[in-house]
């Protein structure tokens, strides 16, 4: 079965970086477009970004955009996402999720990010 293992979240000052990573498993991941969704305290699930099966092409909402960056190794089975100039509304459980696009796809269980000084 559809197996995705997050890791790499943590605490940090506003304006650092985390790296997040997805290990997945239980599918063919080479062939599966990707995405990560997150959930902010008391709100809903919210996508951020996706990325092609080749890794060619990318996606993510503005509020995101210029700096996280979502990328893939296909020989690891790995996703990952590079954030940068975190801020405290990016506060959230962090979900890679099997879809090219939205919040209905499986995830994994997700990895706390917590940005504040």
């Known amino acids: 079965q559809v197996q995705l293992v997050e890791s790499g979240g943590g605490w940090v000052q506003p304006g650092g970086s985390l790296r997040l990573s997805c290990v997945a498993s239980?599918?063919?991941?080479?062939?599966?477009?990707m995405s990560w969704v997150r959930q902010a305290p008391g709100k809903g699930l919210e996508w951020i970004a996706s990325i092609t099966t080749s890794g060619d092409l990318t996606s993510e909402i503005p509020s995101v955009k210029g700096r996280f960056t979502i990328s893939r190794d296909n020989a690891k089975n790995t996703l990952y996402l590079q954030m940068n100039n975190l801020r405290p509304e990016d506060t959230a459980v962090y979900f890679c999720?099997?879809?090219?696009?939205?919040?209905?796809?499986?995830r994994g269980q997700g990895t706390q990010v917590t940005v504040s000084s």
């Open positions: 999720s099997r879809t090219p696009y939205g919040t209905l796809g499986p």
């Open positions: 239980g599918f063919t991941f080479a062939n599966a477009a």
